[in-house]
């Protein structure tokens, strides 16, 4: 039960993103450069719990590095930059969709690499999560939106993206803890970002206090401890199992959307949600149907 809390509560904590991005976009920051800030802060958070905790959590072996190119680059600069080329290229509502067609692909890697059982019942609780996301996205999810064809597959690649995390996780996970796979992750993606953005340029933007608390907001809240708990999670379940929970992650930004942004909530939406969250519930109360994991 503790994995499942840990999952839930690093979606939630995901879900709160948009309270930081938001004020941080309206202080002048692209979509690439809060990316970067989000990591880079990330970063320096693990480095500094590293150094005082237990400095043999950042040890690693040269040969693993390309695990954490994996989770760094492969997965969370790879899928942020389809995910926001993406929203450019077609409606906001399609690249939601689109990248929460992650768990399909979580399902068929762990398949792949891990000889996880495809079995209907999880088919069906995946089509519920990807509907509940198309319906959340609002009255414009259930239709397709126009746009370049490109779009389409770099939106795809984002779910793609997305789902790779748990796949380089899982094996990181087999020789590091959760803290180093982290850790490296962020620092990897800050290694990679930081010369193709140069956000140092905007040092005078980024040193007003309000914007310094959205940072530290976002590096600490929606980045290092949501990553730990889900990463954690991960390593206590099925991958497929982990992605599924994690959809709970759009159903509180759009409650959030609602309380603090007026946002309207639409019937077609709180139907998204129960759904959503029926296929959690449904997901951890049976057992027998070949849903649980062999930890």
Known sequence: MVPILAVVAAAFLWGII????????????SPMEIVTIR???????????????????LKI??????LFIGTGIVSIVFFNWCYFTAMNMLSISTAVILLYTSPIFVM?????????????????????????????????????????????IIGIGAGIGYALYNIFGKLALRKYESFTITAYTFITASVFLL???????????????NTILLILG????????????????????EGSKAAVIATAEPVTAMFLGFLFYDERLSSIQLVGAIIIIGA??????NPR???????
């Open 108 to 152: 068929l890697f762990s398949s792949f690499f891990f000889k996880e059982k495809i079995t209907y019942t999880k088919i069906i609780l995946i089509g519920c999560t990807v509907l509940g996301s198309m319906l959340i996205a609002g009255e414009s999810g259930l239709e397709v939106s126009g746009g370049e064809n490109l779009g389409y």
């Open 39 to 57: 990591v880079v802060c990330a970063s320096l958070f693990l480095l500094l719990i590293g150094a005082f905790k237990n400095r043999n959590l």
């Open 280 to 285: 959690m519930i449904f997901y951890n109360k």
């Open 18 to 29: 948009g309270l930081f991005v938001k004020g941080l976009t309206e202080a002048g920051f």
């Open 218 to 237: 976002l590096g600490l809240f929606s980045t290092v401890i949501a990553y730990l708990l889900y990463t954690w999670g991960l390593g206590k379940m």
């Open 289 to 295: 149907k070949g849903l649980q994991t062999n930890n």
């Open 195 to 209: 010369p193709i953005t140069r956000v140092w340029n905007k040092t005078e933007t980024i040193m007003v206090p």
């Open 61 to 66: 072996r040269a040969k693993d590095t390309y």
